[in-house]
């Protein structure tokens, strides 16, 4: 894939609209959705408070560069569109986008993986290697209730139980991941939503678990922490099928 402005290292508005679009249309090919609900927010350059997001009541298979929309930092339309917002929805996402600069991207899902896990009383189980890259590094936050714009209380414990973490498990709700890109976010969402199909499979069988030794296991979370691709390569193979498949994401 050439270094067009579709790459996820771009910066300009249209950059970033493409890339989101692609990972909305991601999110519906792996089976990451809950029909029109759960958000992908980006931040725009040069404005902290300005910020990218779906229309409420698009099919993620549906979106586009350009139906998403800029909203501001609680949610409200700060461009003409004829499509609804749904401001309580980027409750939890303005939470983050204000509170961690690093955290350009967030992605909420639920995927009845990341939901079943969040019915449990644990975090990520480090059953397999994938599980490994998240031991120690996600969040947990307790249930309060459906996300609500009325609530800033729980903005502040939200913040507090991400900390400076890129994941979360929302209790009894499902997951959400952060990143400085929309690359980074997509790859972290994915894969921890895979050690989530991996935990409850595995918990399936009924047999004694193997849990590696926690030398074992920090070795190989460094040695996905030390990995500089970071799911670059990734995401540029899934641009391109995007690109054979689904092209239209773009406009």
């Known amino acids: 894939m050439s270094t067009s402005p579709a790459t996820s290292s771009a910066t300009t508005e249209q950059a970033l609209r493409e890339d989101l679009a692609a990972a909305y249309r991601l999110m519906a090919l ?17 404005d902290r408070h300005a910020y990218l997001v779906n229309p ?3 099919l993620f298979e549906e979106i ?4 998403l929309v800029v909203v501001d930092a609680d949610g409200l339309p700060k461009q003409e569109t004829s499509w609804p917002i749904n401001p309580a929805g980027f409750v939890i996402h303005s939470a983050i986008h204000r509170s961690r600069p690093d955290a350009a991207c ?20 480090p059953l397999n290697q ?14 309060e209730g459906i996300a609500a714009d009325d609530n800033l209380s ?4 939200l913040v507090r139980d991400l900390g400076d ?14 990143g400085t890109t929309v690359a980074h976010t997509f790859y972290r969402m994915y894969y921890l939503n895979q050690s989530c199909k991996i935990q409850i499979a595995a918990q399936a069988t009924g047999v004694p678990l193997h849990v590696p030794s926690e030398a074992q ?8 922490d030390d990995d500089p691709d970071q799911g670059r390569l990734i995401w540029q193979a899934l641009r391109r099928k995007l690109d054979r498949e689904q092209p239209d994401y773009r406009d």
């Open 30 to 46: 792996f089976d990451m959705t809950d029909l029109v609900y759960t958000h992908l927010s980006v931040r725009l350059p040069g």
């Open 56 to 58: 409420y009541g698009l």
């Open 64 to 67: 586009t560069a350009s139906s």
């Open 106 to 125: 967030v992605m909420h899902t639920h995927t009845v993986p990341g939901m079943v896990v969040a019915a449990q009383d644990r975090n990520i189980l």
């Open 130 to 143: 994938i599980n490994m890259e998240f031991y120690g590094s996600v969040g947990f936050h307790p249930y």
């Open 154 to 157: 729980e903005r502040e414990r």
């Open 165 to 178: 973490r890129n994941a979360l498990i929302l209790q009894n709700h499902g997951l959400l991941t952060v």
């Open 217 to 224: 296991i920090l070795r190989a979370k460094k040695q996905f």
